[in-house]
C-alpha cells in the first residue's frame, strides 16, 4: 500500500472516548451514532438496547447477574467518508482503572449530560483526567424530551462544576413536552424537532432562517420565539466565543442539545463534531535519549497498550492486550518489536473486539484500536512498534485507587496459586495490590478505583484461580506515593495515628490515609517530604 493511502486512511480516521454519568443516555447516543453510520461492526446494538448494553462486554457473569458493563469496549463505525472509532466505558458507578485508562488512548472526548441533572458524579471524575490529558470535550446534553433545567444554568453548571467555557453551537427551543428543537447558532436557523420512530434516522425536520421571523412564528409559535429572541440576546453577550485553538487545547467545550431516544439532534452533533475534531494525534515518544514527536502519517507502525483484559470470552480463556496505533499502518504479515523485552515478533491474532463477537484484522491505521493474544507479555503502558523505529512511549500513569481491603486466604495451602491470581490480575491493572512495609504476599490490601472491583477480584479468584478469600474493608480513601524515598528515612516519618505505610508491586514505598488533612498534616511533620497522587513508573 502506497504511503499516499496511509495518509489517506490515518487522516479520516477519528478516535473519541464517550464519557457519563449512568443514565445519562451514553448507550442510546452511541447506538444512534451507529444507525448513522450504518455501522461497520455493529455492537449489538441492532438487536435493540437491553441486547446492545450486556453485548458491549459480556466476558463476565458478574456482568450478567447485575446487568451492568464492567469493561470498557470498542466501536468502529463508517459516516461520511470518516471512520470512527469509540471507546465506550463502563456505564455503572463502580468504575475501574480501566475507564480511566481508556482516556489515555483517545484523542477527544464526548460528554454525555443528563438536561434534567447537569453536572454528575461520575462526569466529574472523568472530566479530571481529560484535564490532566487536555483532552478536548465535547458536549451533548441529552433528553431534552424531558422537562430540563434551564439552559443558562445548565451552562453554568459545567463551567462551575467542571471549570471549563462552554460555547453552545445550538440552543434548545423549550423542554419536555414543550420541545420544540433547536436554533442553530452558525446557520441562524431552527431546526424543529419531530418525535420520530424510536430506532430510525433523525425524523423530518422543517428548518427556518430566523431573519424569517414571520416564518419562525409560525412554526414554533409566538411564545417560544419570543423567548428564542430574548436568549440570543443573552447568549451572544454572555456565551464564550467559538474559538477552535481553545477547544483543541481542552479549554472550551462545544454544547449541543438533543434526545438520543427521540434520535433528535444526534446527526447535528455527529456533523458538528466530526468538524472540529482533528485525526489522530501526534504523540511524543523517547527515541534514542531524546524525546521525538511522533507524527501518525509520517512514521512506521507504532502503537502503545493502555488495556489488558483476562478471560474476555468464556469460549477463549485468554488474555487481551488492547492497543492503540499512533503512527503507520498495522499489517498482521509484518514482525513488530516489543521495547520492553526488545523482543521482535508478529502480533498473535490481532482483532477488533467489539460487543460479543470478535474480527481478525489483516491490517489497522494510526488512531484505530487494535486487541491482540497476550502470551503474558504486554504490560500496560508497553511500546509495540516497527523494528527500526526504537522508541518508546510515555507510560500510562497509576491513578490513585480510592477504596481499600485487606484480604485474607482461607486456605494457606493455597498460597502459591493465591500469589499467581492477585499478581496477574494486579497486572492487568484492575486493581492494585500493597503490602505491608514488612509484609509478604500471604498478607495483601488491595485497592481499587471503584468498589466493584472487589467482587470482582473475589469472583475471579474463586473461579480462575480455585482459591477462597475473604475480603475485610479498610477506611482508608487516601493513597499518597513518597515521591522522594531516598531523601526521607521511610521507617520513621512523623505520621498522623490513621496513617499505614505500605508498598506497591513494584516495591515503591506509600502511605495510606483515611482523610485528606492527615497527608497534608504528615508533609507538614517530616521536612523534605514529598507525596503524589499519581505514580508514573
Ligand atoms: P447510559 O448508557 O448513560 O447509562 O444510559 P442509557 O443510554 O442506558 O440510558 C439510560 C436511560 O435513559 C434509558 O432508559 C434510556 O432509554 C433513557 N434515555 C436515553 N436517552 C434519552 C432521551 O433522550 N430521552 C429520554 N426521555 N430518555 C432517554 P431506561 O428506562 O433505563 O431503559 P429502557 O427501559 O428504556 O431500556
Known amino acids: ?26 448507550t442510546t447516543l452511541t447506538e444512534k451514532f451507529l444507525l448513522y453510520g450504518g455501522a461497520i461492526n455493529l455492537a449489538g446494538s441492532v438487536k435493540g438496547k437491553a441486547t446492545a448494553r450486556h453485548a458491549v462486554s459480556d466476558w463476565m457473569e458478574i456482568e450478567k447477574q447485575r446487568g451492568i458493563s ?55 471524575k472523568l472530566f479530571k483526567v481529560c484535564v490532566m490529558r487536555h483532552i478536548p470535550i465535547f458536549t451533548f446534553i441529552n433528553k431534552l424530551d424531558r422537562d430540563a433545567m434551564d439552559t443558562f444554568d445548565l451552562l453554568d453548571d459545567i463551567e462551575k462544576e467542571l471549570g471549563i467555557a462552554t460555547c453552545p453551537v445550538n440552543w434548545p427551543i423549550g423542554s419536555g413536552k414543550a420541545f420544540q428543537g433547536v436554533y442553530d447558532r452558525k446557520t441562524q436557523t431552527v431546526i424543529t424537532y419531530s418525535d420520530t420512530e424510536k430506532g430510525t434516522k433523525e ?20 411564545e417560544a420565539a419570543d423567548k428564542l429572541l430574548g436568549e440570543m440576546e443573552l447568549l451572544d453577550g454572555a456565551g464564550a466565543d467559538f474559538d477552535l485553538d481553545e477547544i483543541r487545547a481542552g479549554n472550551l467545550t462545544p ?27 501526534s504523540r511524543e515518544a523517547v527515541s534514542g535519549g531524546e524525546r521525538k514527536v511522533i507524527v501518525p502519517e509520517e512514521n512506521d507502525f507504532s502503537a502503545f497498550v493502555f488495556k489488558i483484559q483476562a478471560n ?28 520492553a523485552t526488545g523482543k521482535v515478533m508478529r502480533l498473535s491474532q490481532p482483532q477488533q473486539i467489539m460487543a460479543d463477537e470478535r474480527k481478525i484484522l489483516s491490517e489497522a491505521y494510526g488512531g484505530d484500536i487494535i486487541g491482540v493474544f497476550d502470551p503474558g507479555i504486554f504490560s500496560i503502558g508497553d511500546t509495540v512498534c516497527a523494528p527500526s523505529m526504537n522508541i518508546k512511549y510515555d507510560g500510562i500513569p497509576t491513578f490513585a485507587p480510592e477504596h481499600f481491603c485487606r484480604v485474607h ?25 500493597f503490602t505491608e512495609l514488612s509484609g509478604t504476599m500471604e498478607d495483601v490490601i488491595v485497592g481499587v478505583v471503584g468498589v466493584l472491583q472487589f467482587d470482582v477480584f473475589k469472583y475471579r479468584m474463586e473461579n480462575e484461580y480455585n482459591v477462597e478469600v475473604r475480603m475485610d474493608s479498610l477506611p482508608f480513601e487516601h493513597i499518597r ?43 507538614d511533620r517530616n521536612k523534605g517530604l514529598e507525596l503524589a497522587e499519581f505514580s508514573e513508573n
Not at 528515612?489 to 495510606?512: F, I, Q
Request: proline share 2%; hydrophobic share 40%; net charge negative.
Open 312 to 339: 474476555m470470552n468464556k469460549a477463549h480463556r485468554d488474555r487481551v492486550a488492547f492497543m492503540r496505533i499512533v503512527s503507520g499502518r498495522f499489517d498482521a504479515e509484518k514482525e513488530v518489536k516489543h521495547i
Open 481 to 523: 506515593w513518597i515521591v522522594n524515598p531516598e531523601s526521607v528515612d521511610v521507617d520513621h516519618l512523623t505520621g498522623t495515628s490513621d496513617m499505614k505505610k505500605v508498598r506497591d508491586m513494584k516495591g515503591n514505598p506509600l502511605l495510606l490515609f483515611v482523610n485528606e488533612w492527615s497527608a497534608q498534616m504528615t508533609i
Open 409 to 433: 486466604l482461607m486456605d494457606t495451602m493455597k498460597r502459591k496459586q493465591f500469589v499467581k491470581g492477585a499478581t496477574q490480575i494486579a497486572q492487568e491493572g484492575a486493581i492494585q495490590i
Open 70 to 124: 464492567v469493561t470498557s469496549s470498542v466501536l468502529q463505525f463508517e459516516y461520511d467518508g470518516y471512520c470512527i472509532n469509540i471507546l465506550d466505558t463502563p456505564g455503572h458507578q463502580d468504575f475501574s482503572e480501566d475507564t480511566y485508562r481508556t482516556l489515555m488512548a483517545a484523542d477527544s472526548a464526548v460528554m454525555v449530560i443528563d438536561g434534567s441533572k447537569g453536572v454528575e458524579a461520575q462526569t466529574r
Open 255 to 281: 454544547v449541543c442539545f438533543g434526545s438520543a431516544l427521540t434520535n433528535f439532534g444526534v446527526e447535528i452533533f455527529l456533523k458538528h463534531f466530526l468538524a472540529m475534531t482533528t485525526s489522530p494525534l
Open 203 to 222: 425524523g423530518v425536520s422543517e428548518e427556518v432562517s430566523v431573519s424569517d421571523e414571520s416564518a419562525m412564528r409560525s412554526l414554533i409559535g409566538d
Open 1 to 26: 500500500m502506497s504511503s499516499d493511502n496511509i495518509e489517506k486512511e490515518i487522516k479520516r480516521r477519528r478516535t473519541f472516548a464517550i464519557i457519563s454519568h449512568p443514565d445519562a443516555g451514553k
